[in-house]
Protein backbone atom coordinates (compact mmCIF):
# COMPACT_ATOMS: atom_id res chain seq x y z
CA UNK A 1 0.00 0.00 0.00
CA UNK A 2 0.95 3.76 -0.81
CA UNK A 3 0.62 6.60 1.60
CA UNK A 4 -1.95 9.22 0.79
CA UNK A 5 -0.61 13.08 1.05
CA UNK A 6 -3.79 15.03 2.73
CA UNK A 7 -5.11 18.35 2.18
CA UNK A 8 -5.03 20.85 4.42
CA UNK A 9 -8.20 23.21 5.10
CA UNK A 10 -8.33 26.47 6.80
CA UNK A 11 -9.24 26.31 10.70
CA UNK A 12 -13.02 27.11 10.53
CA UNK A 13 -15.60 26.59 13.12
CA UNK A 14 -18.10 25.07 10.66
CA UNK A 15 -15.23 22.78 9.46
CA UNK A 16 -14.25 21.46 12.36
CA UNK A 17 -17.60 21.23 14.24
CA UNK A 18 -17.41 17.28 14.56
CA UNK A 19 -14.60 17.04 16.10
CA UNK A 20 -14.78 19.96 18.51
CA UNK A 21 -14.87 23.73 19.14
CA UNK A 22 -12.84 26.64 17.90
CA UNK A 23 -11.12 29.10 20.21
CA UNK A 24 -11.34 32.76 18.57
CA UNK A 25 -12.83 35.98 18.89
CA UNK A 26 -16.07 36.04 17.91
CA UNK A 27 -18.09 38.71 17.39
CA UNK A 28 -21.41 37.09 18.64
CA UNK A 29 -19.68 36.00 21.64
CA UNK A 30 -18.59 39.30 22.67
CA UNK A 31 -19.57 41.18 25.75
CA UNK A 32 -18.33 44.47 27.61
CA UNK A 33 -17.32 44.12 31.12
CA UNK A 34 -15.20 45.79 33.82
CA UNK A 35 -16.99 48.86 32.64
CA UNK A 36 -16.66 48.91 28.86
CA UNK A 37 -12.77 48.54 29.21
CA UNK A 38 -12.61 44.70 28.46
CA UNK A 39 -14.51 42.59 25.71
CA UNK A 40 -15.69 39.07 26.90
CA UNK A 41 -15.49 36.25 24.36
CA UNK A 42 -18.20 34.57 26.54
CA UNK A 43 -18.07 30.62 26.06
CA UNK A 44 -16.28 29.67 22.80
CA UNK A 45 -15.86 25.80 24.59
CA UNK A 46 -16.66 24.24 27.16
CA UNK A 47 -14.48 21.96 28.99
CA UNK A 48 -15.39 18.46 29.70
CA UNK A 49 -13.65 15.96 32.94
CA UNK A 50 -16.10 12.99 33.15
CA UNK A 51 -15.45 10.45 36.14
CA UNK A 52 -15.03 10.40 40.03
CA UNK A 53 -12.31 12.75 41.20
CA UNK A 54 -11.56 14.25 37.75
CA UNK A 55 -11.30 17.83 37.33
CA UNK A 56 -10.46 20.12 34.95
CA UNK A 57 -6.98 21.62 35.03
CA UNK A 58 -4.32 24.88 32.95
CA UNK A 59 -1.36 23.90 31.67
CA UNK A 60 1.74 25.02 29.10
CA UNK A 61 2.62 22.70 26.54
CA UNK A 62 6.07 23.66 24.58
CA UNK A 63 5.82 22.16 21.42
CA UNK A 64 8.68 21.65 19.24
CA UNK A 65 8.01 22.06 15.29
CA UNK A 66 7.30 19.07 12.89
CA UNK A 67 9.44 18.27 9.97
CA UNK A 68 7.32 18.23 6.30
CA UNK A 69 6.63 15.88 4.91
CA UNK A 70 5.17 14.72 7.86
CA UNK A 71 3.90 10.68 8.30
CA UNK A 72 0.90 10.72 10.52
CA UNK A 73 1.03 6.77 11.62
CA UNK A 74 -0.44 8.19 14.84
CA UNK A 75 -4.00 9.10 16.66
CA UNK A 76 -4.62 9.56 19.89
CA UNK A 77 -8.03 10.03 21.90
CA UNK A 78 -9.42 11.19 25.53
CA UNK A 79 -12.37 9.22 26.55
CA UNK A 80 -12.76 11.07 29.90
CA UNK A 81 -11.81 14.96 28.96
CA UNK A 82 -12.05 17.21 26.69
CA UNK A 83 -8.39 19.05 25.46
CA UNK A 84 -7.82 22.28 24.28
CA UNK A 85 -5.04 24.28 22.81
CA UNK A 86 -4.61 28.50 22.47
CA UNK A 87 -0.99 29.17 21.12
CA UNK A 88 0.45 31.81 23.31
CA UNK A 89 2.95 32.58 20.81
CA UNK A 90 0.93 33.90 18.17
CA UNK A 91 2.34 31.08 15.86
CA UNK A 92 0.08 28.69 13.50
CA UNK A 93 0.21 25.25 13.90
CA UNK A 94 -1.96 22.03 12.32
CA UNK A 95 -4.48 20.44 13.60
CA UNK A 96 -5.11 16.73 12.50
CA UNK A 97 -8.49 14.87 13.27
CA UNK A 98 -10.60 11.81 12.37
CA UNK A 99 -14.02 10.79 12.90
CA UNK A 100 -14.30 7.55 14.99
CA UNK A 101 -15.00 4.51 12.31
CA UNK A 102 -15.97 1.86 14.49
CA UNK A 103 -13.35 2.55 17.69
CA UNK A 104 -10.59 3.27 14.92
CA UNK A 105 -9.82 6.82 13.32
CA UNK A 106 -10.78 7.16 10.08
CA UNK A 107 -9.19 9.10 7.12
CA UNK A 108 -7.55 12.12 8.69
CA UNK A 109 -8.26 15.95 8.48
CA UNK A 110 -5.84 18.14 8.36
CA UNK A 111 -6.44 21.93 9.44
CA UNK A 112 -3.82 24.64 9.44
CA UNK A 113 -5.28 27.01 12.37
CA UNK A 114 -3.92 30.59 12.68
CA UNK A 115 -1.75 32.09 15.19
CA UNK A 116 -5.27 33.78 16.50
CA UNK A 117 -7.16 30.43 17.13
CA UNK A 118 -7.23 27.30 19.46
CA UNK A 119 -9.17 24.42 19.41
CA UNK A 120 -11.32 22.13 21.99
CA UNK A 121 -11.15 18.45 21.27
CA UNK A 122 -14.26 16.84 22.65
CA UNK A 123 -13.85 13.81 24.64
CA UNK A 124 -13.47 10.98 23.23
CA UNK A 125 -12.01 12.76 19.46
CA UNK A 126 -9.43 11.27 17.58
CA UNK A 127 -6.57 13.65 17.21
CA UNK A 128 -2.94 13.83 16.46
CA UNK A 129 -0.75 15.27 19.39
CA UNK A 130 0.16 18.86 18.80
CA UNK A 131 1.61 19.79 15.92
CA UNK A 132 3.89 23.36 15.51
CA UNK A 133 5.04 25.04 12.70
CA UNK A 134 8.77 26.43 12.02
CA UNK A 135 9.99 26.82 15.75
CA UNK A 136 9.12 25.51 19.19
CA UNK A 137 5.65 27.19 20.34
CA UNK A 138 3.75 26.98 23.75
CA UNK A 139 0.48 26.41 24.03
CA UNK A 140 -2.46 26.91 26.83
CA UNK A 141 -3.76 23.53 27.19
CA UNK A 142 -6.70 22.96 29.33
CA UNK A 143 -7.57 19.33 30.19
CA UNK A 144 -8.81 16.55 32.70
CA UNK A 145 -6.74 15.25 35.25
CA UNK A 146 -8.03 12.69 37.58
CA UNK A 147 -8.17 8.89 37.50
CA UNK A 148 -8.49 6.31 34.84
CA UNK A 149 -6.80 5.50 31.56
CA UNK A 150 -7.43 8.81 29.86
CA UNK A 151 -5.14 7.95 27.01
CA UNK A 152 -6.05 5.30 23.96
CA UNK A 153 -3.86 5.53 20.91
CA UNK A 154 -4.21 4.27 17.35
CA UNK A 155 -1.21 3.13 15.27
CA UNK A 156 -1.93 2.58 11.12
CA UNK A 157 -0.21 0.10 9.06
CA UNK A 158 0.28 2.51 6.60
CA UNK A 159 0.85 6.27 7.32
CA UNK A 160 -0.75 9.38 5.94
CA UNK A 161 1.70 12.07 4.70
CA UNK A 162 1.54 15.82 5.30
CA UNK A 163 3.28 18.07 2.66
CA UNK A 164 4.77 21.16 3.62
CA UNK A 165 2.63 23.75 4.77
CA UNK A 166 2.09 26.61 2.61
CA UNK A 167 1.45 30.48 5.08
Same mark, same amino acid.
Given at each position: ??????????????????F?????????????????????????????????D??????????????????????? /???????????????? +? $? *? !??? &???????????????????????? /??????P????????? +? $? *? !??? &???????????????????????
Amino acid at each position: MTSTTLPIRPLTASAFAPFGDVIETNPAAMRHINGGTTERYHALARAEAEGDDARVIINIFRGEPRRFPYAVNMME /RHPFGSQSFSPLSGRP +F $L *V !VVS &EDEGGRPGIPQVFFARGDQGVNYR /RNVWHHPLMTLGETAD +F $L *V !VDR &EGPGNNLEEFFFDVPYIIAEPSP
